[in-house]
């Protein structure tokens, strides 16, 4: 699983921590591993959490200047806005879609190196 996500507006809003700290849970005690990308003044979050699962880079804060996230999974994109005002989650399922951004994960994931 391969997700892009604005771990620091997830962390603002209450409900949406809570529902992040039950799905950490749900994806660890089934093994799930997981490559996200998310800005660097998250790392604190990252660093303070039990990482076994997951791998993180970061990018600069300017790159991802909005409230979102995606998954990318099973050909599967799944987008949500990370906003108290205009909450808002889609999925879609399509090979290519998938394959696509799959690829642009992969080769964002790259360009980033251990950072």
Do not use: C
Not at 53 to 58: D, G, L, M, Q
């Amino acid at each position: 699983m391969y997700t892009f996500v604005d771990s620091k507006a997830l962390l603002q809003d209450s409900a949406l921590r809570q529902i992040n700290e039950d799905y950490i849970e749900k994806r660890t005690r089934i093994g799930l591993r997981k490559k996200i990308i998310s800005p660097i003044s998250a790392q604190d979050y990252f660093l303070k959490n039990d990482n076994s699962n997951i791998e993180v880079r970061f990018i600069k804060d300017g790159f991802y200047p909005f409230k979102s996230g995606m998954q990318i999974y099973d050909n599967k994109v799944s987008f949500q806005t990370i906003d108290r005002q205009n909450k808002i989650a889609v999925i879609i399922e399509d090979e290519n879609i998938y394959k696509m951004h799959k690829l642009t994960f992969e080769f964002m994931w790259e360009n980033l190196g251990n950072a």
